[in-house]
């Protein structure tokens, strides 16, 4: 295991010459792209439409483009879809509908609509959020989205770091030897 420091402060951990949380890190940075693209160009203006419906659009759009990447970024892509969809899972759950049979509701409406689809707290129905009034704050979604891809980019380095110091004491000596002096 080999650790390459810049001069940026950026750290890469390699083995055997395979570059891995650098390819892990490129693929979240792809999907934050995606995802702020998607925000920017199709929502716009200051607030986008609420009850879980952009992260529904979202994690729609994601599961379209991993089809695109090729490698172990493509698992990233998909993880991170799946990431967002906690959000409307909870929203389900809190409100007190079954939230696997609300999630496919609102993800079959999306599909089919092709307009922001959110969760009707009320009913457990889906609804087109914008036509509710239902809405969310951009900022605060862009930011969001932003310090989870963060956070996430910072606990794969600390399970790299982990995983490289696993590697390093098991090829440690035992305490007590003399190596054979």
């Known amino acids: 295991m080999k650790m390459l420091v810049s001069g940026a402060g950026d ?34 203006g200051c607030v986008v439409p609420g009850a879980g419906a952009v992260e529904v659009a979202i994690a729609e759009a994601l599961v379209t483009y991993k089809h695109s990447i090729k490698g172990r970024a493509r698992l990233g892509v998909q993880a991170f879809a799946d990431a967002l969809l906690v959000i409307p899972k909870v929203l389900a759950q809190n409100s007190g509908y079954d939230l696997q049979e609300t999630l496919v509701k ?12 959110g969760i009707d707290l009320n009913t457990g129905e889906p609804m087109v959020a914008a036509d509710a009034g239902v809405w969310d704050n951009y900022f605060v979604k862009n930011q969001l989205l932003h310090s989870c891809t963060v956070i996430a980019t910072n606990i794969l380095l600390v399970d790299e770091i982990m995983r490289a110091g696993n590697i390093n004491s098991s090829f440690a000596p035992e305490h007590g030897t003399d190596f054979g002096l």
């Open 106 to 117: 609102v993800q079959v409406e999306h599909s089919e609509s092709k307009q922001p689809v």
């Open 11 to 44: 750290m890469k951990l390699t083995k055997d010459g395979n570059v891995l949380l650098h390819e892990m890190e490129n693929g979240i940075r792809e999907v934050f792209k995606a995802t702020g693209n998607f925000l920017f160009l199709k929502l716009g």
